[in-house]
């Protein structure tokens, strides 16, 4: 297990992200009754974009060190970005951060309270109809990461996160999950986190170590279905407040928006660090 492979143009990365978007999703976000669970994980999903682009920036260029994509799964399963990157799977980063539908001005208070704004670009909206067609989504997902594999064999190993509220209606995605993570790159297998959210205020369980005491089946599933957390990643989860060990598995059951952000920052904060500035 290396995960220490040099991103760079020459040898880019790759972030997935699978949203449901099936109708429970509009249900509002535990502890925050303004906003859906679909809102909520559209602000988490476009802030972490705007970041990935701003960390690939060199003086007027935004260096292709990424390809990201996010594929939707409700009423179908697809890519989910939307204006000129509509029906697009992978992109490099510089074509998305292009190509945002557009770049709102929100509120932001400073550290002497005044409110100011920020610059806020949109890729992705909140949605929310169907069911949740989990392991169709896994099984297209697996289908792209290959892709990028053989195009890029010794790349640091892509990463693929899930963002769920609720259990599979199609199939068991454990069998697709495994055989996604089984994938790899030279530098080690692609790593799959699962994110479950809920609507209801309960116990929220961040990067366990083992499935007992989990609450439910279907946590447990997402749980098993979660790749072991490595060892480059246990500084970032430390550094979070986390206890992570050996068995650690990157996977969030009844995440609040705060653990949400967090828990991609842990994901991404590897493949930023390892990141050629020059090329």
């Known amino acids: ?48 974009l705007y970041t990935l682009s701003l960390r690939c ?29 509509t029906g697009k799977d992978l992109v490099p980063i510089s074509e998305l951060a292009r190509n945002p539908l557009r770049v709102e001005q ?34 297209r997902a697996g289908a792209l990461v290959a892709g990028f594999l053989v ?25 697709a999950a495994a055989r996604l993570r089984q994938l790899s790159s030279t530098d080690g297998n692609v790593l799959v986190f699962n994110l479950h959210i809920s609507d209801a205020s309960g116990q929220r369980l961040e990067f366990p170590d083992r499935e007992d005491g989990l609450p439910d089946l279907y946590a447990r599933l997402l749980f098993r279905m979660s790749s072991p957390l490595p060892p480059p990643m246990h500084d970032a989860a430390r550094e979070s407040g986390l206890h992570v060990g050996a068995g650690t598995r990157g996977f969030v059951f009844n995440a609040d928006i705060d653990s949400v952000i967090r828990s991609l920052d842990i994901g991404t904060r590897v493949g930023v660090a390892n990141k050629k500035q020059t090329s």
């Open 1 to 48: 297990m290396q995960y220490t492979a040099e991103i760079s143009r020459a040898n880019p990365t790759c972030f997935l992200f699978l949203i449901d978007q099936s109708k429970s999703m509009l249900k509002p976000m535990a502890g925050d009754p303004t906003r859906t669970k679909a809102e909520a994980v559209s602000d988490a999903i476009n802030t972490l």
């Open 57 to 85: 920036v060199w003086g007027n260029s935004v260096f292709d060190r990424f390809h990201v994509g996010v594929l939707g799964y409700g009423v179908q399963v697809g890519p989910a970005l939307g204006g000129a990157l």
């Open 106 to 139: 929100r509120p932001r208070a400073g550290a002497d309270g005044a409110v100011g704004s920020v610059r806020f670009p949109v890729w992705f909206e909140p949605t929310g109809d169907g069911k949740t067609p989990m392991a169709a989504a896994f099984q």
């Open 151 to 175: 195009d890029h064999p010794d790349c640091f190993p892509p990463i693929v996160i899930n963002i769920t509220d609720g259990k599979p209606t199609d199939a068991n995605p454990e069998e």
